[in-house]
């Protein structure tokens, strides 16, 4: 049975390709027609000349004897014989035409398809020809030919000499509208476009002649004047600054797929899959070619990026240098302290970062690694300096490491770092240049991917200017349209400057008038706003049919998705928070499960969370966030408890501060010297950013309806909202109690919308809000919600 089953199952295919060819015969066979249409194309215009002549041999083609005088002797003779002159004459020429096409299609391994709509057109052209040359070209038959001149001949019996006029004429209007697509309006800009150009150049003419003119007065006067000196101008007023262009992106490398071998023994065709395009496909690609990709960044246009002088070198010119006197000292210290506790060394390496030397050793066989770790403390009051660091082992090195700061640190400038090759070449998301890791390399990583960074370290060890270079890092690569931030400061001064990029880089809530929030109840509004742009976020992904942000702008700036439905292109949101253990203090809950919910969903939309705190103990940093925020940045902390809060891991007590940080993102930590921007620099840089064309006002957050406000369950049907029948009539229809949907259905902004869903609560008809989930709609049809509207 499995036998006949399996037996039976190519015969459908067989079927279906009956006249299939091979690549290698398609390209043999396209040759051989394009060959063909040239000997064609040859005779017939040889026969032009020569039909006289040749015609007398056509009936003697077997005597060799006789020659013929085409360029393509007796079998040119006839066979244009046969088109051109029992055929369709002149017109004839666009038979080799059609079968060059046909070869070259066939040659390339073209759609054969497209092809049969040109021979469809040829064919008609050529009648059309024939039958016109036939109709007026009586006395050289030739040019249309015996079929030209029959058809005119039976036509003209039937619709006389008008009637043939006629149709030629409907002939030939139907060619050019539908082949040609010429309309009026066409014709008319065409003929108005010659007239301009004429007119243009005459008037150019007409120039060129006066300037003559005056040339030859000029010289005739100045021969006559006296000479005077003539004095130039040659101050000129450099304005221009060497502009930091963003970097085109580029891909470097070339994939070749290469081409299977023709196998010899048993040869398989696979039939080409053409795909059938969809109709939003069809609809995408016509606005494309129409109007282009959607650009967001079109509305600012003239952008400028920020320019790379706006940021200091802090000194920092010739990179690091090197005290070798230190290095040795340091080294003899190492060795003779592990000497004392019998820790012999069988080889030793430094590698010289900007604020620490990394010296990794090699212990003698038989040594124990945490004896080496136990002895930390030692090594540093040998060492006398604080700071060491000591990582054993330094994971995939198989080394130990000790870290000891440098006497004489050197600054890394965030000049340095967004100058870096790495940085302007980085193809992330949203990039941020943190500074230099310990053998100097500039430390780059994708916000994106993190997602959400939790940054830790006490007082006046660098957080601000670690969230300054995150912040400047990404003006330095991100246009307006791309990413909009939203900056929480509770202690009032650290990110008041960045007020002056409200209108180009900040979110904020509708109807608040400082873009930058310090307010605590305010601070709750604004994320449980964003958990209103996160739900609303994720219905738009669904309705695009798309898993993440990345994908959904990517659809949306190809033209697939409609902004008629709700869509729009949607920036990166940042939320920075300078204090959270403030929030945390006087907010708690209120802040902290909107914050974890953010955390735990947002990554997928776009927002990205970067929360800082001076006290990382386990109430500020409770669990729920921890384990959402996968990304830590520890600057210098007080005591190993906080250290273990915020990383995991002993180590961030022993930085040396001033920028000093440790990096995980998971197992590894890196020690990076955080890159310096100082108050200056940005303020300069928000200055060169705000003193630019800005959009009318700052990003708008949806609108959140706090639940002190008692509005959201007053069940007053006096003050319902016009919509608000309708509104309930879609939600029922839908079984789906969504905001979003309203608004889409009746054409509503989110807030209108939002506020009906909530009278839609008051009166029973959907449940309350469940978070990224619809609402529960309680009325199951129409009839039910009838009742209960004709009952109130
Ligand atoms: N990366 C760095 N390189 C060099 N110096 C730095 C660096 N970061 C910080 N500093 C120095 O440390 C000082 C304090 O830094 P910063 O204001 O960022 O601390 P902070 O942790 O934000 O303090 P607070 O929590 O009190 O606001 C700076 O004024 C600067 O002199």
Redesign the pocket.
């Known amino acids: 049975m499995a036998k006949k089953a399996t037996k039976s199952k190519p015969k459908p295919t067989k079927k279906r390709t009956p006249f299939r060819l091979s690549k290698q015969n398609k390209i043999i066979l396209g040759s051989l027609l394009m060959l063909f249409s040239i000997a064609l194309f040859f005779s017939f215009i040889s026969f032009y000349f020569n039909w006289q002549d040749d015609q007398s041999l056509l009936s003697e083609f077997k005597d060799r004897n006789e020659l013929a005088k085409n360029l393509l002797n007796k079998f040119g003779a006839s066979i244009s014989h046969f088109f051109m002159y029992k055929g369709f004459g002149v017109a004839s020429l666009i038979v080799p035409f059609l079968i060059c096409i046909t070869g070259i299609y066939l040659f390339l391994g073209l759609p054969l398809k497209a092809l049969f709509k040109k021979w469809i057109w040829g064919l008609l052209f050529i009648i059309w020809i024939s039958i016109t040359l036939g109709f007026f070209a009586t006395s050289s038959p030739l040019l249309g030919g015996l079929v030209g001149f029959e058809m005119n001949d039976f036509l003209q019996d039937y619709a006389g000499k008008i009637g043939v006029l006629l149709l030629l004429v409907f002939g030939l209007i139907f060619i050019l509208v539908r082949l040609f697509d010429v309309t009026p309006e066409g014709i008319l800009s065409f003929f108005k476009s010659r007239k301009e150009a004429i007119s243009t150049e005459f008037k150019a003419n007409q120039e060129r002649k006066a300037s003559k003119k005056k040339e030859q007065e000029d010289i005739l006067t100045t021969s006559l004047e006296e000479e005077t000196p003539v004095i130039l101008d040659t101050y000129t007023h450099k304005t221009e600054i060497p502009h930091l262009e963003k970097e085109e992106k580029t891909n470097d490398f070339e994939v070749t797929i290469p081409e299977p071998e023709p196998e010899e023994t048993l040869a398989m065709e696979v039939e080409s899959v053409i795909e059938e395009p969809e109709e939003i496909d069809v609809l995408a690609n016509k606005l494309v070619d129409d109007f282009g990709e959607f650009d967001p960044t079109l509305e600012l246009g003239n952008y400028k990026f920020p320019h790379i002088d706006l940021l200091d070198q802090h000194g920092a010119t010739g990179g690091i240098t090197i005290n070798q006197e230190e290095l040795e000292e340091n080294k003899n210290k190492i060795v003779e302290t592990l000497k004392n506790y019998k820790i012999g060394i069988a080889q030793i390496k430094a590698t010289i970062g900007p604020t620490v030397t990394l010296y990794e050793i090699v212990p003698e066989a038989g040594v124990r690694i945490s004896k080496i770790k136990n002895l930390e403390d030692d090594i540093a009051l040998s060492l006398a300096a604080l700071g060491i660091r000591i990582i054993a082992p330094i994971p995939g090195k198989g080394t130990i490491g000790i870290e000891v700061p440098n006497k004489n640190s050197s ?2 400038s965030m000049r340095s770092v967004i100058a870096s090759s790495k940085f302007q070449k980085a193809e992330m998301e949203l990039p941020i240049a943190f ?1 230099k890791t310990i053998s100097n390399e500039t430390f780059v990583v994708d916000l994106a991917k993190m997602p959400h960074l939790l940054m830790a ?13 995150v912040l400047t890092s990404l003006l330095y690569k991100k246009h307006p349209a791309e990413v909009k931030f939203i900056l929480v400061d509770p ?1 009032k001064v ?1 990110l008041t400057l960045y007020n002056k990029i409200e209108r180009h880089f900040l979110a904020k809530l509708p109807d608040s008038e400082e873009a930058i929030i310090t307010d605590n109840t305010k601070v709750i509004h604004t994320l449980n706003s964003l958990c209103i742009e996160m739900d609303n976020r994720y219905e738009l992904l669904k309705l695009a049919m798309v898993r993440n942000l990345k994908e959904y702008n990517t659809k949306f700036k190809a033209r697939k998705l409609n902004p008629n439905d709700g869509h729009k292109f949607l920036p990166y949101i940042v939320l920075v928070i300078d ?1 959270f253990a403030d929030l945390i203090m006087t907010a708690g809950k209120e802040v902290e499960t909107p914050v974890a919910r953010l955390a735990q969903l947002a990554r997928a939309i776009g927002i990205h969370l970067i929360i800082a705190t ?1 006290r990382p103990s386990v109430n500020v940093i409770t669990g729920i966030i921890k384990a959402n925020f996968p990304a830590r940045l520890a ?1 210098r902390v007080t005591s190993k408890i906080d250290s273990r809060t915020i990383l995991d891991t002993a180590g961030a007590d022993q930085l040396i ?3 000093d940080m440790l990096f995980t993102q998971g197992n590894d930590v890196t020690r990076i ?4 921007v ?1 108050t200056p620099e940005v303020a300069k840089i928000v200055e060169f950013i705000g003193s630019q064309r800005a959009y009318p006002d700052a990003h708008e957050l949806p609108e959140y309806v706090g639940e002190d406000s008692g509005t959201s369950l007053d069940n007053n049907v006096s003050d319902r909202d016009a919509k608000f029948r309708e509104a309930a009539e879609v939600i029922v229809i839908a079984q789906q109690g969504s905001a979003s949907l309203i608004q889409r259905k009746l054409k509503l902004g989110y807030n209108r919308a939002g506020r009906i869903i909530d009278q839609l609560e008051a009166a029973g008809i959907v449940g309350p809000f469940e978070g990224s989930k619809a609402r529960q709609v309680y009325v199951s049809d129409m009839v039910a919600l009838q009742q209960i509207l004709d009952n109130e």
């Open positions: 600054i890394v500074g370290g006490a007082t006046g060890q660098g957080k601000s200017v670690g969230l300054n270079a202690k650290e204090e001076q600057f501060g001033r920028g010297q955080c890159a310096f100082d």
